[in-house]
């Protein structure tokens, strides 16, 4: 026997370690439709829900968004908006919560901070991801100033968040869109969000 041959019989013998289901395993920032190995769910929130009003002060104390993103009855990810008063300054934070065993993509894995993704960026298994509550931004307001803490903090209209929910042990990939105005810093609006599905 050859070695080529025992290289040959090795090869064959190698039991297929795969899954026979077919799970995407990207999804690119703001995509919408089927594409080639990834089916998509998406779905476009009527009216926009705005976290936030004009002036801070009229807010709420605290307020929720929640995600359903793969529309199968259960909330999958929570928006929270809280506001706080310390000595000489107020704080209002927007965090994004996984629920279950959810995770979102941050912009290091060493940090809660959760990475703003600009539009046709792929997000996949190979980003910084957590478990647990991450923040968009931490705004402080006194007298004197306001100042911003987080990856959302003065940015261009629209970007995206990182998602994935666990399905049958194993990920399935999704991003929410959302856009912090201009004008104030701190006014957060939801659009539409989608996540890839199992492929049949
Ligand atoms: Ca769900």
Known sequence: MTILS???????????????????????????????????????????????????LDLPIYDTYLVDINRDGRDDFQLVRS????????????????????????????????QAVPILDTIHERSDWIESSGIL????????????????????PVHYAGVKTKVDEQWLYGWIRMAVAQSWGDNLAIFDYATT???N
């Open 6 to 56: 025992i290289l040959w019989m090795l090869g064959c013998s190698k039991e297929p370690s795969e899954s026979l289901i077919s799970l995407p395993d990207h999804i690119v920032a703001g995509e919408m439709f089927n594409a080639p190995g990834r089916t998509i769910r998406y779905t476009k929130i009527e009216p926009v829900p705005r976290l936030l009003a004009d002036n801070y």
């Open 83 to 114: 506001r706080a008063f310390g000595e000489g300054f107020d704080s209002l934070r927007i965090e994004l919560h996984p629920l279950d065993d959810n995770q979102i993509l941050v912009i290091d894995a060493a940090s809660d901070w959760v």
């Open 137 to 156: 931004f931490n705004t402080y307001i006194s007298q004197r100033d306001t100042t911003s803490l987080g990856h959302w903090r003065n940015l261009s």
């Open 197 to 199: 599905v199992p492929m």
